[in-house]
């Protein structure tokens, strides 16, 4: 049997930056930091209950880093 699939994707929206799980809101953070971090324990406790997991960040144009 496969195992399921979740996408976790993070966006900037006027200046917020927006995690979502298969679609659904999970969060909403100041940084970018604080929402890849948040991505990526999502990520690890979906991959603990056997799914695939692919982490996303939309690309975010005029920002240099």
Known sequence: MDAAHSTILTTLRRGIWRVTVDGAFY???RTARHANDSAEAAAVALRQT???VKVLTE???GIVS
């Open 27 to 29: 969060g909403d953070y």
């Open 50 to 52: 056997g799914r695939v």
């Open 59 to 61: 690309p975010v144009i």
